[in-house]
């Protein structure tokens, strides 16, 4: 079907809750996309950080089509292939178990049942985190959410507050567009659920005022550990370590949103670990399955044991299709070594986009990266614009921020072929 039938029964039928760019994307290989005219693009955008493997990788494919031709869904009633060694390979991760994981991971590929039960057995004293499966980011925080009042309620300190980060983005369910403290976002669906703080990124001393205040009241405090969509913005490691020491020092929990920031997007499994904290809660979603909706809660165990069954549920979270695709993904990334091709990748295009002219600062980790423009520049959605009739797929997340999160196939080559598009469209 043309663009223009497409673009047609779109604008007719469906809701307008984008502002969509004028092109239809119709197959893709590994950083490059394809539009409905043949024309290809060079893709640093990833689905907004979903495509961890680019388009059309092997490993994703085969598993897509194996899963397919057996099963697609059977409900959460049941037990299903892949959703176990998924669960572990997370708990390995959020440990920041590498040889641990890359055991698992290898065992998993084995097919081998026996190497499999041994890998994936936790070791004395290793701590065991559980999983809920999603769908989404923002069902993967409403779950976080949920779990964090529940144990406060049955194991922790009773309280119902969460502190939220100004300039922070959860979702757009009226629960998570709570917790988002922007007020663009939240004033036309007023009002919205209740319980939740704001405080400033970075600023402890409002951060100790608020507990100082509010105590036990406060069952969570929630960050993500970049801030994607307010414009890459990295939280400072002191600001974090405070933030668990003060939500632990009253019984509460600390939530790191992963959903852009996580799954090896900043060179590290989980962009908290960068910090050097380990939370007690982690919502993951976007690049876990490469493009297959899937959202996960991860917890410590002692803190996800206080759901029992009925507490929260999920008609599509953890399908046959879904986790079959999350562990080729996460197979993929533990073994390819893509922890370490994020931090080479991503430091080499923070310093070559910092060589252009008109930005003024760059920031965010891994190859997950925001950039300022200055106003002599324009308008950062005309640059958006004028890279893609370039050529490549870019975003802004303000007029004056480009947000650069290509798939973590991205080389160094791919940036200087980025590099060539932006120094004749940054003008």
């Given at each position: 079907?043309?663009?223009?039938?497409?673009?047609?029964l779109?604008?007719?039928?469906v809701?307008?809750?984008f502002?969509r760019?004028?092109?239809?994307?119709?197959?893709?290989?590994?950083?490059?996309?394809?539009?409905?005219?043949?024309?290809?693009?060079?893709?640093?955008l990833?689905?907004?950080?979903?495509?961890?493997?680019?388009h059309?990788h092997?490993?994703?494919?085969?598993?897509?089509?194996?899963?397919?031709?057996?099963?697609?869904?059977?409900?959460?009633?049941?037990?299903?292939?892949?959703?176990?060694?998924?669960?572990?390979?997370?708990?390995?991760?959020?440990?920041?178990?590498?040889?641990?994981?890359?055991?698992?991971?290898?065992?998993?590929?084995?097919?081998?049942?026996?190497?499999?039960?041994?890998?994936?057995?936790?070791?004395?004293?290793?701590?065991?985190?559980?999983?809920?499966?999603?769908?989404?980011?923002?069902?993967?925080?409403?779950?976080?959410?949920?779990?964090?009042?529940?144990y406060?309620k049955?194991?922790?300190?009773?309280?119902?507050?969460?502190?939220?980060?100004?300039?922070?983005?959860?979702?757009?369910?009226?629960?998570?567009?709570?917790?988002?403290?922007?007020?663009?976002?939240?004033?036309?669906?007023?009002?919205?659920?209740?319980?939740?703080?704001?405080?400033?990124?970075?600023?402890?001393?409002?951060?100790?005022?608020?507990?100082g205040?509010?105590?036990?009241?406060?069952?969570?405090?929630?960050?993500?550990?970049?801030q994607?969509?307010?414009?890459?913005?990295?939280?400072?490691?002191?600001?974090?370590?405070?933030?668990?020491?003060?939500?632990?020092?009253?019984?509460?929990?600390l939530?790191?949103?992963?959903?852009?920031?996580g799954?090896?997007r900043?060179?590290?499994?989980?962009a908290?670990?960068?910090?050097?904290?380990t939370?007690?809660?982690?919502?993951?979603?976007?690049?876990?399955?490469?493009?297959?909706?899937m959202?996960?809660?991860?917890?410590?165990?002692?803190v996800?044991?206080?759901?029992?069954?009925?507490?929260?549920?999920?008609?599509?979270?953890?399908?046959?299709?879904?986790?079959?695709?999350?562990?080729?993904?996460?197979?993929?990334?533990?073994?390819?070594?893509?922890?370490?091709?994020?931090?080479?990748?991503?430091?080499?295009?923070?310093?070559?986009?910092?060589?252009?002219?008109?930005?003024?600062?760059?920031?965010?980790?891994?190859?997950m990266?925001?950039?300022?423009?200055?106003?002599?520049?324009?308008?950062?959605?005309?640059?958006?614009?004028?890279?893609?009739?370039?050529?490549?797929?870019?975003?802004?997340?303000?007029?004056?921020?480009?947000?650069?999160?290509?798939?973590?196939?991205?080389?160094?080559?791919?940036?200087?072929?980025?590099?060539?598009?932006?120094?004749?469209?940054?003008?």
């Amino acid at each position: 079907m043309s663009f223009e039938m497409e673009h047609e029964l779109d604008a007719a039928y469906v809701m307008p809750t984008f502002g969509r760019s004028p092109v239809e994307f119709v197959s893709g290989a590994g950083m490059t996309l394809t539009d409905s005219a043949g024309r290809e693009y060079l893709d640093f955008l990833a689905g907004i950080g979903v495509c961890s493997l680019g388009h059309g990788h092997p490993a994703l494919t085969r598993a897509l089509e194996e899963q397919a031709k057996k099963l697609l869904h059977v409900s959460n009633y049941f037990y299903v292939e892949h959703r176990g060694a998924v669960a572990a390979l997370l708990s390995k991760l959020a440990n920041g178990d590498a040889a641990g994981a890359r055991e698992l991971a290898e065992a998993v590929r084995s097919g081998d049942e026996q190497v499999v039960r041994t890998a994936a057995a936790p070791a004395e004293g290793e701590q065991v985190w559980q999983t809920f499966f999603a769908n989404s980011g923002a069902e993967a925080n409403e779950c976080s959410m949920k779990l964090a009042r529940l144990y406060a309620k049955r194991a922790g300190n009773g309280g119902n507050t969460i502190v939220c980060l100004r300039g922070g983005f959860h979702g757009r369910t009226l629960e998570t567009l709570a917790a988002t403290m922007q007020d663009r976002l939240q004033d036309a669906f007023r009002p919205l659920p209740g319980g939740f703080v704001a405080c400033t990124p970075n600023d402890v001393d409002e951060l100790r005022a608020i507990f100082g205040r509010l105590g036990s009241e406060v069952c969570a405090v929630m960050i993500e550990p970049i801030q994607g969509e307010s414009g890459v913005h990295p939280l400072d490691a002191a600001f974090v370590r405070a933030a668990a020491e003060l939500v632990h020092g009253v019984g509460g929990v600390l939530i790191s949103d992963e959903v852009q920031a996580g799954v090896f997007r900043c060179g590290a499994p989980f962009a908290i670990q960068l910090a050097g904290v380990t939370p007690d809660i982690m919502s993951l979603a976007k690049g876990i399955a490469g493009g297959v909706p899937m959202g996960a809660c991860v917890a410590r165990a002692e803190v996800a044991q206080v759901f029992r069954p009925g507490d929260h549920g999920t008609t599509f979270g953890g399908s046959c299709l879904a986790v079959a695709a999350a562990e080729a993904v996460l197979c993929e990334l533990v073994l390819g070594g893509y922890a370490e091709r994020a931090r080479e990748v991503g430091a080499y295009l923070a310093e070559r986009l910092a060589e252009l002219p008109h930005v003024v600062e760059v920031r965010g980790a891994g190859l997950m990266r925001g950039c300022d423009v200055d106003e002599a520049a324009g308008d950062a959605h005309d640059i958006v614009a004028r890279a893609l009739e370039a050529g490549a797929v870019i975003n802004a997340t303000g007029a004056h921020t480009l947000r650069f999160l290509p798939p973590l196939i991205c080389t160094k080559a791919d940036v200087d072929a980025l590099m060539d598009v932006l120094a004749a469209v940054v003008i």
